[in-house]
């Protein structure tokens, strides 16, 4: 297997000079689930932002998918986050819309179909246990709820990513605990997903790789590993390196293999 994400020496400074990340580098490999974590103010928030394409990295290199997103033009942002699936700490529901709507959203967006888009929000609706409340408006749904409507929105779709940027920060431990049991088995099925978290407690208990941030840094940059993504190899057509990437990357797990 491959990486579907790979960073590489990954900076992002905003304006006024806050650095919120400093040469980042880690690897997620296709199938793998792995927590992200750091306390507040960490870098994790900007990461995610920079693998869904949110944002751009000031400087280094970010390939999701096999695709360099320094490549991707504005134009092409949209199909680019077809197989990403972001799922927010505040849910970040439509909240005049209906539990079936939200949900639906991604497909209207890629123009599917109505008998698409209705067989696949129930089925993304089912697997979250909220089949029942699809004609429901999220204002009368629980914390809990709103949090499963919004991963079925992020997987209604079918993407071979998610991220999870502090999914259970509002929720109390047994709630975490469902979604987290709903994470596993999207996982089980060979999903990707990247969970940032300050819940250490919540996942120290899971059997799944922990990658931490520490003031914009990776803390644990032991594992160094040799080897060049090919996305960051030699354009065909131009013959030019994508500039940042280099011979060598620092991997926290997973390493990519050649096909």
Known sequence: ?????????VAKRYPGGHDALSDVTLTLEQGEMAFLTGHSGAGKSTLMKLIALIERPTRGQVVINNQNISQ??????????????????????????????????????????????????????????????????PIVLSGGEQQRVGIARAIVAKPPL????EPTGNLDPELSAEIMALFRRFNEVGV??????HDVELIRSL?????????????????????EHPACSANAS?????????????STGARWQPH
């Open 207 to 227: 059997p799944y790789r922990e990658i931490q941030l520490k003031g914009g840094h990776i803390a644990d940059r032991a594992t160094a590993a040799p080897y």
């Open 162 to 165: 998610i991220l999870a940027d």
């Open 72 to 137: 991707v033009r504005r134009s092409q942002v949209a199909k680019f986050r077809r197989n990403v699936g972001v799922i927010f700490q505040n849910f970040n529901l439509l909240n005049d819309r209906t539990v079936f709507d939200n949900v639906a959203l991604p497909l209207v967006i890629r123009g599917e179909t109505r008998d698409t888009i209705a067989r696949r929000v129930r089925a993304a609706l089912d697997t979250v246990g909220l089949l029942d409340k699809e004609r429901l408006y």
């Open 1 to 9: 297997m491959g990486d579907i994400v790979y960073l590489h020496r």
């Open 238 to 250: 131009t013959g030019m390196r994508s500039r940042g990437c280099s011979r060598w990357a620092v």
């Open 192 to 197: 990707s997903l990247l969970i940032a978290t």
